[in-house]
């Protein structure tokens, strides 16, 4: 069952996430994950890929998966991740990695 939620005062949309996957011409693979939720601001947006970082209250989150994250697609696979976000209009993560041959 979804439950709808209202982003603004003048609309109302079902919590969504869409993944597209794409090759770009320099021989990169990015993966996007969207969401329509109500988005972060820059601060946190900024934040996200620190170790530690959690916005739950103290116990109830470590605040490593997006650290984690971050450290195996960018070491060991040489790739990027950045977030992009606009408060109540959703969030998006883009995973870069190269296409190695």
Request: glycine share 8%; hydrophobic share 30%; with cysteine.
């Amino acid at each position: 069952m979804q439950k709808e939620i209202n982003v603004d005062e003048n609309k109302s949309e079902k919590p969504t996430i869409w993944i597209r996957t794409f090759q770009s011409q320099d021989n990169q693979i990015t993966i996007s994950i969207s969401d329509n939720g109500c988005g972060m601001n820059d601060n946190i947006c900024q934040s996200v890929f620190q170790p530690f970082f959690t916005t739950k209250p103290v116990g109830q989150g470590t605040g490593l998966g997006l650290s984690i994250c971050h450290q195996i697609i960018v070491e060991q696979h040489g790739g990027s991740i950045k977030c992009v976000s606009l408060t109540n209009q959703g969030t998006t993560i883009d995973i870069i990695l190269p296409i190695k041959k």
